[in-house]
């Protein structure tokens, strides 16, 4: 699977890098991971899912900024196995299968990674995801499933309340906004279809995409979730949208995921400031999953 270690992005606090190891046929189904050196036998991971739309990026995003490099040297100093993955993205236009292939590819990577765990000495029942928009939108999927109980928290950073973007109006009803209106005003409905893997909006009431919706609900979904969650949605006024990214990350989306949360008492950390929902002490992601993982030892 593996041989020797590959030359890493940038300097490592401790142990070794592997780049490009593959999870699925496709070029895009890949992982890079970086496995400390010493420490216990079988340690915790972090999961980075980067973000992009679901139609562009790459995992290597998270390499770029020194506070990005110097999050992953935390988790190896702490013995935290890091990881990143890329998944087959969206095509502009014409695509069959759309975002369901971004949300199967997360579940491939995590059961590939599962079934390999004493291989890259992974402890199945410490595992944590980070990640923004789509990143998060898979992130969600995963878990929220029900389908990986050793998920013991997941970060996400400029959030959407779930991937079924078409039912959307239910969470900007504050604010008086129709997200098909402003889909259709501003001529977006090739991306939309493309998105959900249809031609037209007749291709809404198939079969398919009434079972794929089903999925894509991910808050109905956060019932079958036992960890924690670390939210931060920071960037955007709570305002009428005025462009594509305030309506993917605006902060009613967030918030929506919150409530439901705390509905389903489940423990999270948010900080959505145009909301003025914030802790009393802020602590950084990294230093989020420490705390999780030292209480549960």
């Known amino acids: 699977m593996i041989s020797y270690p590959s030359t890493p992005p940038f300097t490592l606090s401790s142990g070794s890098f592997y780049k490009n190891i593959s999870y699925g046929p496709s070029n895009l189904q890949q992982f890079d991971i970086a496995i400390p050196t010493g420490g216990v036998s079988s340690k915790p991971i972090v ?13 290597e995003s998270f390499y770029n ?29 014409s695509d069959s299968q759309g975002v369901e292939k971004c949300l199967d590819d997360g579940r491939l990577f ?22 923004g928009s789509a990143g998060g939108g898979i992130i969600q999927d995963i ?30 009803t504050s604010i008086n906004f129709d997200v098909m209106k402003y889909t259709k005003d501003n001529n977006l409905m090739e991306d939309l279809f493309s998105y959900y893997g249809i ?37 955007w006024p709570n305002t009428v949208p005025t462009d594509r990214n305030h309506v993917l990350h605006h902060p009613l989306l967030a918030k929506a995921v919150y409530d439901r949360a705390n509905i389903e008492n489940i423990e999270i950390y948010a900080e959505i400031q ?19 993982l030292s209480v549960g030892k």
Request: proline residues 1%.
């Open 143 to 172: 878990a929220f499933s029900g389908l990986y109980s050793g998920i013991l928290a997941i970060g996400l950073n400029e959030i959407q309340a779930d991937t079924d973007t078409h039912d959307w109006n239910q969470y900007f």
């Open 47 to 59: 999961i980075y899912v980067h973000g992009g739309g679901y139609r562009y990026s790459n995992k």
């Open 199 to 235: 031609r037209d909006e007749s291709g809404f009431e198939s079969q398919r995409i009434q079972s794929l919706k089903l999925r894509m609900k991910t808050l109905d979904l956060m019932v079958n979730y036992n960890g924690k969650i670390y939210l931060t949605q920071n960037n």
């Open 274 to 292: 145009s909301l003025s929902i914030g802790p009393k002490v802020e602590v950084t992601r990294q230093q989020y999953f420490q705390d999780v």
């Open 110 to 131: 995590m059961d590939f990674i599962i079934d390999n765990a004493s291989y890259f000495n992974v402890d199945t029942t410490k595992m944590f995801l980070f990640g």
């Open 65 to 93: 900024a020194q506070s990005e490099r110097d999050e992953i040297n935390f988790y190896l100093s702490n013995d935290i196995i890091y990881c990143g993955i890329d998944y087959r993205l969206i095509k502009t236009i």
